[in-house]
């Protein structure tokens, strides 16, 4: 869910980021969910301290004076029926609620900013992706071979640092520069390179699946060309 201030009102809204806090999304991720707990757990204002989010707690304040205090009060006493400690219970659980609903908040609030930071990575790694296969493929369709194949194995190596070692892209990028191999007649070495592709796809993808089988096409064709 994509949550922005977009008009009066959700700025009291403690649930929805701040510009302040999409700023600061790559400082709340790396914040420790235990030690937000342990904060509010010991002493309120630490947790507060602890994100920097002080705005935020004031809302949810102002909401739970204006709102839950009152509706805590009534149910107590119509509980009670005028028990002389109807005040004081009243006053604990009150603090009790406000003491959850400030930890649910920030732990909400870190959780959105992990997940944005993901979503932000993912669109950076694919379009870094995307550069690169087109670039290198580009320089194979114009028979600059000498230029595609440094980009062709920088996007091996990309794959492999973001995916690990066994994902299916890191197969399709090996065959690519395979291809590259093949078509300069380096067969060896794109044999040498297919097999890694088979072997990662199998594994990944099974033996049924297309890219498997496509890759298994193009090594079997190379090893004919071998021997």
């Not at 509980?79 to 003491?99: R, T, Y």
């Not at 191999?181 to 990944?204: C, G, P």
């Amino acid at each position: 869910m994509n949550l922005t201030n977009n008009n009066f009102f959700d700025i009291f809204n403690p649930y929805i980021p701040s510009k302040r806090d999409l700023r600061r999304s790559e400082i709340l991720a790396n914040k420790n969910l235990n030690r937000v707990a342990i904060c509010n757990a010991i002493f309120l204002p630490l947790s507060l301290i602890y994100l920097n989010r002080i705005v935020n707690f004031i809302k949810i304040s102002i909401f739970f004076i204006f709102l839950i205090i009152p509706l805590i009060r009534i149910i107590v006493y119509r509980l009670m029926n005028g028990d002389p400690f109807a005040e004081e219970i009243s006053s604990s659980l009150g603090g009790i609620l406000l003491v959850v609903l400030n930890l649910s908040e920030q732990i909400y609030c870190v959780r959105e900013a992990r997940k944005r930071i993901e979503r932000e990575s993912g669109a950076n790694y694919l379009e870094l992706d995307n550069n690169l296969h087109n670039s290198g493929e580009l320089y194979k369709d114009q028979k600059r071979y000498s230029e595609a194949e440094p980009i062709l194995i920088q996007e091996i190596e990309f794959n492999r640092k973001t995916l690990g070692e066994n994902h299916p892209s890191v197969a399709n990028s090996i065959n690519q520069l395979a291809e590259l191999y093949y078509i300069q007649k380096r067969y060896s070495e794109a044999e040498h390179l297919l097999r890694q592709a088979l072997d990662i796809s199998q594994n990944s993808l099974g033996e049924n699946h297309p890219s498997t089988i496509i890759i298994k096409e193009n090594y079997e064709l190379t090893k004919r060309k071998i021997s």
